[in-house]
C-alpha cells in the first residue's frame, strides 16, 4: 500500500527557518517523482514544485523559486519543503503528493497524497 | 488568479447530474495537455479522481466522468450523492514549465 506520511504541525515566528518532512512507502521512492502543494486557508491548492529522488532532479514553480527548497533523503525515502525565512504569509496547509508521469502531454497528475501539515506563522 | 478557470460554486439534487467546467489557455489544455480532476472532502487532503482528462483511478465509482475540448474541460458527475459534496479541483500542465491548478469548485448536494 503507497503511503505518504507528513511530519507534524508546526507553529513559528516570522523570519524562522523550518523543514518539514513527508516519507514515502509501499513503492520505489526512487522511480516517482514527488512534490508539494500549498493551501492557504480557505483557499485553492497551488502547486510549488517537485523531486526526482532518483537523481535529485528539481522543479519549481515559477511562483515558488526562490522561496523554498525542495529536497529528498533516498536513504530514507522521504522527501522536504525548507524555508529560510518564513513569513507570515507562509501560513497554509502543505501537502506532499506524489507525481506519476505519464508521458510528455499527459503530464503529471498526484496520484497519492499525504495528510497535510499545517504550517502557522505568527508573532 | 488561478491560471485554470473554474466556476467558484455549483449545486444539484440527489440524484441529479452536474458539470463542472475548467477553462484554459493555448498554453495549457489548449496546447495539448491533458487535465487531471481532484476531489477534496471537508478536512482531508486530495483525492485523484480523474487522470488523463477521461481515466478513472481504480476505487472511483463510474458515476464521475471526465472530457476534453479544445481550450476546455469537464467533470460529470452523474446521479448526485450527498457524500459528494466536496472541492473539486482541475489540474494540467503549462508551457510555463510548470503544473497549475484551477481555482476549484466547491459542490453543494441540496
Known amino acids: 500500500e503507497v503511503q505518504l506520511v507528513q511530519s507534524g504541525a508546526e507553529v513559528k515566528k516570522p523570519g524562522e527557518s523550518l523543514k518539514i518532512s513527508c516519507k514515502g512507502s509501499g513503492y520505489s521512492f526512487t522511480s516517482y517523482w514527488i512534490g508539494w502543494v500549498r493551501q492557504m486557508p480557505g483557499k485553492g491548492l497551488e502547486w510549488m514544485g517537485i523531486?526526482?529522488?532518483?537523481?535529485?532532479?528539481?522543479r519549481y514553480s515559477p511562483s515558488f523559486q526562490g522561496q523554498v527548497t525542495i529536497s529528498a533523503d533516498k536513504s530514507i525515502s522521504t522527501a522536504y519543503l525548507q524555508w529560510s525565512s518564513l513569513k507570515a504569509s507562509d501560513t497554509a496547509m502543505y501537502y506532499c503528493a506524489r507525481h506519476r508521469y505519464y508521458d510528455i502531454l499527459t503530464g503529471y497528475s498526484c496520484d497519492y497524497w499525504g495528510q497535510g501539515t499545517l504550517v502557522t506563522v505568527s508573532s | 488568479q488561478s491560471v485554470l478557470t473554474q466556476p467558484p460554486s455549483v449545486s444539484g439534487a440527489p440524484g441529479q447530474r452536474v458539470t463542472i467546467s475548467c477553462t484554459g489557455s493555448s498554453s495549457n489544455i489548449g496546447a495539448g495537455y491533458d487535465v487531471h480532476w481532484y476531489q477534496q472532502l471537508p478536512g482531508t487532503a486530495p483525492k485523484l479522481l480523474i487522470y488523463?482528462?477521461?481515466n478513472r483511478p481504480s476505487g472511483v465509482p463510474d458515476r464521475f466522468s471526465g472530457s476534453k475540448s479544445g481550450t476546455s474541460a469537464s467533470l460529470a458527475i452523474s446521479g448526485l450523492q450527498a457524500e459528494d459534496e466536496a472541492d473539486y479541483y482541475c489540474?494540467?500542465?503549462?508551457?510555463?514549465?510548470?503544473?497549475?491548478f484551477g481555482g476549484g469548485t466547491k459542490l453543494t448536494v441540496l
Open positions: 489540474q494540467s500542465y503549462d508551457s510555463s514549465l510548470s503544473v497549475v
Open positions: 523531486i526526482y529522488p532518483g537523481d535529485s532532479d528539481t
Open positions: 488523463g482528462n477521461s
